[in-house]
């Protein structure tokens, strides 16, 4: 019989991962939780709003998937996860038929992994990350707890991608690199060097442009 499926989020990767689950016969989505009153009542794609985070509440037989990854505010998974409190067997962990995933990969709760991704040998991906489509994954990468992998990123073997970081669309990382935690990559950058916690790189080859949002050395201190 198909889970009941929660999803988290109303916004392009929560449709996503709608249309993710719609090819998945074993879930059974029941709706968006988003905690913007605006949205409750409304349908998305075919799926109502159900009303925000406390809705969980009254489904505690539900799965659940936290699908926000704007590189606005990419911390907020992470943000959500603490919220919650659930145990990692709450959490639904979705894979793209068309994604190939090797026997010797694994997949940690939670993570979202859309169409056409690619995990050669040996990739670890940690528990609420996302990977975005066609996003390929070579030997022995480590991809840390709640990273999103936007569309198009390569990256080259032993790779470590370490907490709440981001990789803009197109961005390919160079074999043995470190991502730290925190770090946002631009759209279509070329990593040759490791990356500090919490900087955003840009360009190709990829040099520090400012502090990441969020990060302690933001002037700003918010995730704008």
């Known amino acids: 019989m198909p889970r009941e499926l929660l999803i988290v989020g109303a916004g392009g990767l929560a449709r996503e991962t709608r249309q993710l689950v719609a090819v998945l016969p074993e879930w059974r989505p029941a709706g968006f939780l988003d905690d913007d009153p605006a949205r409750h009542g409304s349908v998305i794609d075919g799926l109502p709003v159900l009303g925000g985070l406390e809705e969980l509440a009254r489904r505690p037989d539900a799965q659940v998937v936290i699908c926000t990854a704007s590189p606005r505010d990419y911390a907020s998974r992470a943000r959500i996860v603490a919220r919650l409190g659930l145990p990692p067997a709450r959490y639904a962990t979705l894979v793209h038929p068309t994604a ?36 390929t994954l070579t030997h022995d990468d480590v991809i840390e707890d709640f990273v999103t992998i936007a569309s198009g990123v390569r990256l080259g073997g032993t790779v470590r991608v370490e907490a709440g970081a981001y990789l803009g669309a197109g961005a390919l990382i160079r074999e043995g690199r470190t991502i730290g935690p925190g770090a946002l990559i631009g759209m279509g950058a070329v990593v040759t060097r490791d990356v500090p916690a919490g900087e955003v790189w840009i360009g190709a080859p990829a040099r520090y442009l400012r502090p990441a949002p969020g990060s302690p050395s933001d002037p700003q201190g918010d995730s704008r």
């Not at 090797?102 to 979202?112: F, N, R």
């Not at 040998?121 to 990350?129: D, L, N, Q, Y």
């Open 100 to 135: 190939s995933v090797s026997p010797s990969s694994s997949i940690g709760p939670g993570s979202v992994l859309l169409a056409c991704t690619v995990l050669t040998a040996s990739v670890r991906v940690g528990a609420h990350a996302v990977v975005m489509p066609h996003v």
